[in-house]
């Protein structure tokens, strides 16, 4: 069975400019999640979906990031504009079910460097 | 709100044996995970505990006390393959999961 899959793996931008990231979770996985990573910190949530409904989004920086998640299955995570300050890895991960305590399958992240 | 302590780093041998500590403050509870995160890739899940006690899984144990609102991952027979991040995370009130800095084990030959 595929895993979580993203692309790029690795993206390198200027300041004020836009930037796109992929996601396709696990076949059959209604619960997809964006998160957002620094060095030597834990995953921190920027938006949740239940299928093709963003039902969690209230740490997503809405002036610059949105997301969509047609159909239900792959989504895509946009910047624009990036800053200094967005440089991060950005992970996907997709579950079974709605709720949080169900185990949580993530793909290899995007490095995002904005220069 | 919610809180998750973690040690931020651990040296131990390889052979050895491990424990590495998770504290946690939560408005309710609905069990408690720990996931592996090797340099540069992304989190895999090890355990889920949402009773109170030791559960083994080969060499990685992981026990829960609610009343105290502590959990440990045991690392049993280190392995420098266990070179890692261990991450605990806390599912919140919306049942979102907050996640712990997690602690870096550096494993010595």
């Known amino acids: 069975e595929a895993g979580v899959v993203q692309s790029p793996r690795y993206k390198i931008i200027e ?5 796109a990231f992929w996601c396709n979770p696990i076949s059959g996985h209604n ?4 998160y957002l ?11 949740r979906y239940e299928n093709e409904e963003a039902v969690d989004d209230s740490q997503l920086p809405k002036d610059r990031f949105s997301a969509e998640r047609l159909k239900g299955v ?19 991960a997709s579950s ?16 995002l460097t904005v220069l | 709100g919610q809180n998750i302590d973690q040690p931020t780093e651990m040296t131990a041998t390889e052979g050895a044996i491990v424990q590495i500590n998770c504290t946690y403050q939560t408005s309710g509870f609905n069990g408690l ?19 109170d006690g030791l559960e083994e899984k080969g060499r990685f144990s992981s026990f829960l006390s ?28 919306n049942y979102q999961l907050i996640w712990g800095a997690g602690t870096k084990l550096i494993i010595k030959p």
């Open chain 1, 74 to 92: 792959d989504s895509t995570l946009k910047i624009q504009p990036a800053e200094l300050g967005d440089s991060a890895v950005y992970l996907c």
């Open chain 2, 66 to 93: 609610r009343s105290k609102g502590y959990s440990y991952l045991l690392l049993k027979e280190l392995q420098m393959k266990d070179s890692a991040s261990y991450l605990c995370a806390v599912p919140d009130s």
């Open chain 1, 15 to 19: 300041k004020k400019q836009p930037v």
């Open chain 2, 33 to 51: 995970f720990w996931y592996q995160q090797h340099a540069g890739e992304a989190p895999t899940f090890l355990s889920y505990n949402v009773l």
């Open chain 1, 37 to 47: 990573q620094n060095l030597g910190q834990g995953p921190e949530l920027l938006i």
């Open chain 1, 96 to 111: 079974f079910g709605e709720y949080a305590y169900n185990e949580q399958f993530f793909g290899p992240g995007t490095r």
């Open chain 1, 31 to 34: 619960t997809l999640y964006w």
